[in-house]
C-alpha cells in the first residue's frame, strides 16, 4: 500500500522557517515525482514544488522561487521542502503528493495518484 506522511507544520512567525517532511513507502518504482501543494481556507489547492527522482529536476511555483527548496533523501524515501521568509499568506495545509511510473515532472495536479493527508502550516504573529 503506498502511503505519503507529512510532517513538520506548525506555528511560526512571519519572517520564520520550517521544514517538512514527506515519508514515502509501498512504492518500488524507480521513475517518480513527489510534489508539494497546498490548500489555504476558501481557496483552491495549489502547486508549491515538485521534483523528480529520475533526475532530481525541481519546479517551483512563482510565489515559492527563492524561499522554498524541495530535496529528497532517497536512502529514506523522504522528500522534503524547506520554507524560508515565510508569510501570513503561506498559511494552508501542505499535502505531498506521488506521480508513479512518470519521467520528469508532471504537468498537472491529476497525474498524482497518491496524496498524504496533509500537515497545517499557521504563520502568524
Known amino acids: 500500500e503506498v502511503q505519503l506522511v507529512e510532517s513538520g507544520g506548525g506555528l511560526v512567525q512571519p519572517g520564520g522557517s520550517l521544514k517538512l517532511s514527506c515519508a514515502a513507502s509501498g512504492f518500488t518504482f524507480e521513475d517518480y515525482a513527489i510534489g508539494w501543494f497546498r490548500q489555504a481556507p476558501g481557496k483552491e489547492r495549489e502547486g508549491v514544488s515538485s521534483i523528480s527522482s529520475t533526475d532530481g529536476i525541481t519546479d517551483y511555483a512563482d510565489f515559492a522561487k527563492g524561499r522554498f527548496t524541495i530535496s529528497s533523501d532517497n536512502t529514506r524515501n523522504t522528500v522534503y521542502l524547506q520554507m524560508n521568509s515565510l508569510k501570513p499568506e503561506d498559511t494552508a495545509v501542505y499535502y505531498c503528493?506521488?506521480?508513479?511510473?512518470?519521467?520528469?515532472?508532471?504537468?498537472?495536479?491529476?497525474?498524482?495518484?497518491?496524496w498524504g493527508r496533509g500537515t497545517q502550516v499557521t504563520v502568524s504573529s
Open positions: 503528493a506521488v506521480a508513479l511510473a512518470v519521467l520528469g515532472l508532471p504537468k498537472t495536479e491529476q497525474a498524482y495518484d497518491y
